[in-house]
């Protein structure tokens, strides 16, 4: 009998090994993972634009906070501008206010000095007048003491009427003055035609109000423009 190998036929057995082979089936999944892909893509886009969104925010508020402290400040800088022209431009005028009424006093005290002068004039011219017509003195010295005498009345009227254009009728103490001035030129004025001698008493009188009534007003307006130097 012959060999057959160990322990059986090789051919025989070699078939029944790797029949008995186990078969593994290996599965490769090749397909492209797109879902998680895209989850994490919008995820990053997420945690990437909630920064960006608040820095946005911060970056348009801070701007819009800076905007309206500029406008703020611009309209407080025009405001102040504004308030300190119109200062500039009170004192200014103050200023000129204060100068006209400096040179109105000072006016107002030169016509006042000459009209008093001028109605003692007319009390002097009077007397003489009178004097002469008793004394029957010539014809030509008694007309120059009448035209002497109407001369100084028509400075009296222009004096007495230029202190009433520099007077306010709104106040009652210049009121006071034109009516003291006004009783001393008509009291004047029927002297002249009467060629009586003027009531020396009644015009010292007078004139004392006058001067008083002068000093009164000339020192509240003086006083009025030393504030406003």
Sequence with gaps: MAWQGIPFPLNGSLGL????????????????????????V???II???????IA???????????????DKQFKDFEE???????IAEEGRKAQVISAN??????????????FVSTVYENIVLS?????????????????????????????????????????NPSRKDHD????????????????IKTSTEMDSVKVNENLNKFVLAMQLLLKEDWEKAKQNL
Aim: net charge positive.
């Design 47 to 53: 945690a990437s634009a909630i920064p960006a969104a």
């Design 127 to 167: 007397q003489r007048l009178v004097y002469e017509v008793h004394a029957k003195t010539s014809g030509q010295q008694l007309t120059s003491t009448k035209n002497a005498l109407n001369d100084s009345f028509i400075k009296l009227v222009l004096q007495s009427t230029r202190i009433r254009m520099m007077l």
């Design 17 to 40: 090994l790797i029949e008995k082979i186990p078969h593994l089936n290996v599965t490769t999944n090749s397909g492209f993972g797109w879902d998680t892909i895209t989850a994490s």
């Design 80 to 86: 102040s501008r504004k308030t300190q022209i119109t």
């Design 101 to 114: 009424r400096l040179v109105w006093i000072k006016d107002l005290r030169e016509a006042s000095a000459e």
């Design 176 to 191: 006071k003055i034109v009516e003291i001035m006004s009783e001393l030129k008509t009291h004047s004025e029927h002297m």
């Design 42 to 44: 919008a995820g990053a």
């Design 56 to 70: 946005w925010w911060s970056i348009k508020n801070n701007n819009r906070t800076m905007r309206e402290d500029r």
